[in-house]
């Protein structure tokens, strides 16, 4: 979009504004070029965005001016997202499409911080005044929750610990959130501020011992902050698309369950009950088209006896509303944990879909679960109950799902019947020992559905002490790496 | 902000966007910077809002404030399962009907049909009446995800074309476009087809310092510094994980139950006795009380 007259919006089709003057500027061709990357890089993070969502979102922009940046990021999410989880991925991707600023920050360039007199980065143990000094004023920010003070401070703290590489070859110079954040080190100050708020005598108010949470998320606010400022600078070395494509994290329903980190599996717990709800409508409305069943050949010509051989009132075969049972057979040894935990969790929540759901959890043995993964504990620690509260290793605590598959189809087998939809978990990295596919057979001979949930990509199947080929030999598998892909494959794979 | 061409599309309701929270916030609707913008696009757009959120942040409120600062009729669909186009659009009033044929008893076929599917005998739903009011209106749609997939379809024409098209009148088009307002709890997703045709507001929990502006509007008895202690305390509760979170029509009932108690302080005892007013599920309670007991 290179030469676009007011009023253009992506696909070149006229705005619907009518012919007013804009509130602001107008969309000028620079605009337009900003909204339709902006546009590009939410579609490379699954976000469906048509032209006509461009066109709209062109209106907002026409219609708000650009006086306000908050109120312009208010209705371009307006226009262009279509449910909560896009937020955050929209927020990264608008700081960098439409930044706060070129270059040092405004306030920072206007009234400049004084310059250390000692630019050498300092050794450890020597003083160093000007991290001090942003530290009293980040401490003071944080104790006053004063959010301008936080974002100023956010520049200059980029601007006097970020830069790397300045002066050497280009493409090889930045800004780094990791480096500041690590000079700055605002987490120890979360003591000094809880003193300096902190009433004296013993809290007689409750809302006192919600403090620490308070300045500890106030904290992590700060960080992000520090990390946008980051992306922001880069960004303007770099390009935005590029930025955009790498650095910000995916929604969460895309997020890889082998490479998700503590933040990102407590933002995927959070899903577990919506997403739950979601797959229970899903499920329902296919149990309801199942339900209407097939003509009754037999019963609709014995009926069709009282009407003089005319079928005037077809018999159905009706169903019995039965509900599924379900086993899951999780691998939760330390590489796949994360998909473990996220399933048990959603499966737990959608308990009322299946008459009974059974949950068996191995390393290398196989014990069952079920009772600890009852609602109202904490769902974060479930990994950690399962690892102490259950056998679930042997002598050593590697995987091994030849002997897992085994103690199972031994000890277990009566959980699994002809109404049993089996769901096994994991990545069927054995460790070179022995599949026992045999054990897995035994188990898909007395279930009604043995399904296998891999959250490696069917090209990794192959390498290494992976059994994969073996088992998928033997059970449908299916690659399953995020939450999206896990809940369509709940919807399709399981009887209603 | 801007001259009237756009207006002609829209329901002409504000100027700004600073127009829009001043307004809201004069009928007791505190709005975010995020709300009042949107309202204001919908307004000026002349699109439909479609409003998701957590139960009780105010979805329905803000159609009320909008209706009566627009000193607009509020016409309401309250959706439920198996809402169909009898109850949502337009239903022929068949008893009638049937008195109009028996008393014209001579009269030819032609004539008595001609008749009985006019205006007469046509009993409009919350949808046609929004769409053929002359004064106006604000359509509010609640809880959009409970009704069937298929009503979503029925509402497409209403909602991009503001029109209704009846097989024996033909299509009636809004004279003046309502507001139109959708509100859903996302239990359900709405299909594609009907996002795509709506600005989409998320109506998240209000920040700290909205929230105690919320606060003291609603409970203006209320002390000041335990209003402010309250705001943090739901606050806390939220960032934990429970089963369902406090929401800002919980804040506000345990803000009146405080002020019934005469309690001063939010001491132990008072918040073990009134802990029940915010968290609704047992094992909520519990795991809260557990996080605000003085160490």
């Known amino acids: 979009m290179t030469t676009a007259p007011r009023h253009t919006g992506a696909a070149g089709a006229p705005v619907p504004v009518g012919e007013a003057v804009p509130a602001g500027e107008p969309v000028t061709a620079d605009t337009a070029a900003r909204l339709t990357g902006l546009v590009r890089a939410l579609r490379g993070h699954g976000l469906r965005i048509g032209p006509a969502e461009t066109v709209d979102a062109a209106a907002v922009l026409d219609v708000l001016g650009f006086t306000d940046r908050e109120r312009i990021r208010a209705g371009l999410a307006a226009a262009l997202l279509r449910s909560d989880g896009q937020r955050a991925v929209f927020d990264a991707t608008f700081d960098l499409f439409f930044p706060l600023g070129v270059g040092t920050p405004e306030a920072v360039r206007a009234d400049p911080p004084p310059v250390p007199e000692d630019p050498e980065p300092p050794r450890f143990g020597r003083p160093d005044p000007l991290r001090d000094d942003l530290r009293d004023r980040l401490a003071a920010a944080l104790a006053a929750d004063d959010r301008a003070a936080q974002a100023r401070l956010a520049g200059e703290v980029m601007e006097a610990f970020g830069r790397y590489g300045a002066g050497g070859t280009p493409g090889s110079d930045g800004w780094s959130a990791q480096q500041a954040l690590g000079r700055l080190s605002p987490e120890t100050l979360l003591a000094r501020i809880l003193t300096a708020l902190r009433r004296p005598g013993a809290p007689t108010d409750l809302s006192d011992l ?207 019947g002809p109404r049993t939809c089996v769901l096994v978990l994991g990545d069927a990295r054995n460790n070179h020992r022995d599949p026992n596919v045999d054990a897995l057979r035994r188990i898909a001979g007395r279930a009604r559905r043995v399904f296998w949930l891999n959250p490696e990509q069917p090209s990794l199947w192959t390498t290494g002490d992976s059994a994969a080929l073996a088992y998928a030999a033997v059970v449908e598998m299916h690659p399953c790496r995020n939450a999206r892909r896990l809940g369509e494959l709940i919807t399709r794979l399981l009887p209603v | 902000m801007g001259s009237d061409g756009t207006t002609a599309n829209g329901t002409g309701f504000f100027d700004s966007v600073t127009d829009a929270a001043d307004r809201l916030a004069a009928t007791g609707y505190l709005a975010s910077t995020a709300v009042a913008t949107t309202v204001f696009l919908a307004d000026r757009l002349g699109k439909p809002l479609l409003v998701e959120g957590p139960a009780g942040v105010g979805k329905t409120e803000l159609a009320k404030a909008l209706a009566a600062l627009g000193q607009a009729r509020l016409v309401r669909l309250q959706c439920y399962e198996g809402i169909d186009e009898a109850r949502a659009l337009y239903e022929w009033n068949h008893a009638k009907q049937l008195l109009r044929i028996t008393a014209g008893r001579d009269e030819g076929w032609e004539e008595a049909r001609g008749d009985i599917f006019g205006e007469e005998f046509l009993l409009t739903r919350p949808l046609l009446t929004a769409i053929r009011g002359e004064e106006p209106t604000v359509l509010l749609i609640d809880e959009m995800d409970k009704a069937d997939v298929e009503v979503e379809a029925l509402l497409l024409e209403v909602l991009s074309d503001f029109q209704v098209t009846v097989p024996e009148l033909g299509t009636i088009t809004a004279t003046r476009r309502p507001f139109v307002l959708l509100t859903s709890n996302a239990t359900r997703e709405l299909s594609e087809a009907l996002r795509r045709r709506c600005l989409f507001l998320h109506l998240d929990y209000p920040d700290a310092e909205l929230e105690r502006r919320i606060v003291r509007l609603k409970v203006p008895g209320l002390d000041d510094t335990l209003a402010e202690s309250l705001v943090r305390i739901v606050g806390a509760l939220r960032a934990m994980e429970l089963r369902k979170a406090p929401s800002v029509a919980e804040t506000i009932d345990w803000a009146r139950t405080l002020l019934a108690l005469g309690a001063d302080t939010l001491d132990e005892a008072v918040v073990r006795d009134t802990l029940g007013v915010v968290l609704k599920h047992q094992d909520d309670i519990r795991k809260a009380a557990q996080k605000l007991t003085p160490a």
């Open chain 1, 210 to 416: 919600v403090l620490a949470d308070e300045v500890r998320r106030r904290i992590r606010d700060f960080r992000a902050l520090v990390t946008t400022e980051a992306r922001r600078r880069v960004a303007e070395l770099r390009g935005p698309e590029r930025i955009a494509e790498r650095a910000v994290a995916p929604t969460a329903d895309r997020i890889d369950f082998l490479y998700a980190g503590r933040d990102q599996l407590a933002e995927l717990r959070r899903t577990v009950h919506p997403l739950a709800r979601k797959l229970a409508t899903r499920l329902a409305a296919r149990r309801r088209r199942a339900a209407r069943g097939h003509i009754d050949l037999r019963r609709t010509l014995r009926r069709s006896l009282t009407t003089g051989g005319v079928p005037l009132r077809p018999a159905y075969r009706l169903r019995r509303p039965a509900r599924p049972e379900l086993v899951l057979l999780c691998d939760v040894s330390g590489s796949v944990a994360g998909f473990a935990d996220f399933t048990m969790l959603l499966v737990q929540a959608m308990s009322e879909q299946f008459s009974k759901v059974r949950v068996f959890a191995f390393v290398n043995r196989t014990a069952e679960v079920t009772d600890l993964l009852r609602s109202g504990d904490d769902p974060a620690r479930l990994a950690a109950r399962i690892l102490t509260g259950a056998k679930v290793t042997g002598y050593h605590g590697n995987s091994d799902y030849g002997s897992a598959l085994g103690g199972f189809a031994d000890h277990h087998l009566d959980a699994v």
